[in-house]
């Protein structure tokens, strides 16, 4: 990891689930300079190989999700997939990656995988504002909406 700077997956985006495009992936692993030269199959790994809801083409790893054409974010445990990708790999092994990089690893596990349990996060909103309605009457308060629709 170059000095002063920290990992995209730990910075911005990926780390609140907002995605990034892929360009944007694609310039920062050139940045990391992890090889002298950017490997010329990064961005086919972002667009399509990494990418767990779409057909696997060949690869069928499950490390990113497509939220628009151009757009990903980190893949996890609850998201949907291709069913050709069932059982596939969701991240690298430790010894795959240069030690520096490892904590991610952790953070992924003990942090983002874990972040997103359930199905369907609207059910948080469940009781929000409840004080806002305390003694309020729901037919009377729909009845003074009404008033004057004639």
């Known amino acids: 990891m170059k000095s002063g700077s920290q990992p995209l997956f730990y910075t911005g985006s990926f780390r609140t689930a907002t995605p990034f495009t892929v360009d944007g992936i694609v310039e920062r692993a050139e940045k990391e300079a992890l090889t002298p ?28 999700i497509a ?5 990903r974010r980190l893949f996890r445990p609850t998201d949907g997939y291709h069913l050709a990708r069932a059982g596939a790999k969701t991240r690298p092994e430790p010894e795959e990656i240069p030690t520096e990089y490892r904590p991610l690893l952790h953070w992924y596990e003990s942090v983002y995988a874990k972040n997103d349990g359930r199905k369907d996060s609207l059910l948080d909103l469940r009781g929000l504002g409840k004080e806002l309605w ?13 008033e004057g629709w004639e």
């Open 37 to 64: 030269e950017l490997r010329p199959g990064v961005r086919v790994h972002v667009l399509q190989h990494c990418v767990a809801n779409r057909p696997p083409n060949p690869g069928r790893y499950r490390i990113l």
């Open 67 to 71: 939220t628009g054409k151009q757009t």
């Open 134 to 146: 305390k003694g309020v009457d729901p037919d009377e308060y729909v009845r003074s909406l009404r």
